[in-house]
């Protein structure tokens, strides 16, 4: 039973262009969380989403920003004119309910030139 | 909200028994998960409480106190492998029950 999944494991972009993060959720699972963590300090919950729906974005910095969860594929949180301070980790987690144990994903680090 | 509070960073010697320690306030409790993250990795479950008491689980055992606002990270038989961040995590009490995380706390183990 495969984890979720996450890629690309690493991006590099330059200031300006499109970053594009996806995430499969483990088998199953119909609930899933990105989060942002910064060097040294911890996760920063982003968004929540269920399958075509967005339950809770209060996380998401309002510009550039925005997530989605298709039908079908994997979950996509995309950042449009990356800037220097968008250079984190980004990990997904999903759940099978909303309240149950998280597990996440490997990450995606994103560093932008 | 929720305001989760623990230490930044401790040291303990291969072999020993270490405790990191949790307090939280929320305004209503859903449960408080522990979580174990070994640096440029994700983070991997540990142990969820929601009732008081300890809950053992091999080296690990997690203890919680409601009334206190309070839980606890018990590590065993420390080894080198265990150096990591430990989370500890509390989903809120609003209708989409996502987990607020604590900073983490960085265990060095030394031998």
């Known amino acids: 039973n495969a984890g979720v999944m996450q890629n690309p494991r690493h991006l590099v972009r330059r200031r300006g262009q499109e970053a594009r993060l996806r995430c499969s959720p483990m088998k199953g699972h119909s609930h899933v969380y990105w989060y942002r963590q910064l060097p040294e300090e911890g996760l920063k919950f982003m968004v929540y989403l269920q399958k075509e729906n967005i339950i809770d974005e209060s996380g998401m910095p309002k510009e550039r920003f925005s997530a989605e969860f298709p039908k079908e594929g994997p979950s996509i949180l995309r950042i449009q004119q990356v800037v220097r301070g968008d250079s984190a980790a980004y990990f997904c987690?999903?759940?099978?309910?909303?309240?149950?144990?998280?597990?996440f994903g490997p990450g995606t680090r994103l560093t932008v030139l | 909200g929720q305001n989760i509070d623990q230490p930044t960073e401790m040291t303990a010697t291969e072999g020993a028994i270490v405790q990191i320690n949790c307090t939280y306030q929320?305004?209503?409790?859903?449960?408080l998960f522990w979580y174990q993250q070994h640096a440029g990795e994700a983070p991997t479950f540990l142990s969820y409480?929601?009732?008081?008491g300890l809950e053992e689980k091999g080296r690990f055992s997690s203890f919680l106190s409601r009334s206190k606002g309070y839980s606890y990270l018990l590590l065993k038989e420390l080894q080198m492998k265990d150096s990591a961040s430990y989370l500890c995590a509390t989903p809120s009490s609003g209708g989409s029950y996502i987990p607020t995380f604590g900073r983490g706390t960085s265990l060095i183990v030394h031998p």
């Open positions: 929320t305004s209503g409790f859903n449960g």
């Open positions: 409480n929601v009732l008081d």
């Open positions: 987690a999903s759940s099978d309910e909303v309240a149950d144990t998280q597990y």
